[in-house]
Nanobody
Framework: QVQLAESGGGLVQAGGSLRLSCAVS????????MGWFRQAPGKEREFVAA????????NYAETVKGRFTISRDNAKNMATLQMNSLKPEDTAVYYC????????????WGQGTQVTVSS
């Protein structure tokens, strides 16, 4: 059974930092692109960041570029999202997802972790 479990969300003041983790089991982790998405209340889910199989390639939404860093540890089956200089508009439920073919079609999703940034 494939499981993606996010952790690390919480409440932080604007300008602060959080580090999200995604623990993956039940699939060959190193064979999947990993992505982070978020969904704010009343808004559609949006792409945040993605990382290729061997971490050679990363991609970020313009809204988080320079503030967020995606990484992965293939030995631990873990993906992380380091979020710095957080803004109130970063408030959302954050999801990690796994993409087998690296073409932006995500096959598996986690349950999400809430991030709230206060002003």
């Amino acid at each position: 059974q494939v499981q993606l479990a996010e952790s690390g969300g919480g409440l932080v003041q604007a300008g602060g930092s959080l580090r999200l983790s995604c623990a993956v089991s039940g699939l060959s982790f190193r064979s999947y692109f990993m992505g982070w998405f978020r969904q704010a209340p009343g808004k559609e889910r949006e792409f945040v960041a993605a990382i290729s199989w061997g971490a050679a390639t990363t991609n970020y939404a313009e809204t988080v570029k320079g503030r967020f860093t995606i990484s992965r540890d293939n030995a631990k089956n873990m993906a992380t999202l380091q979020m710095n200089s957080l803004k109130p508009e970063d408030t959302a439920v954050y999801y990690c997802a796994a993409d087998r073919n690296g073409v932006g079609h995500y096959d598996y999703w986690g349950q999400g972790t809430q991030v709230t940034v206060s002003s």
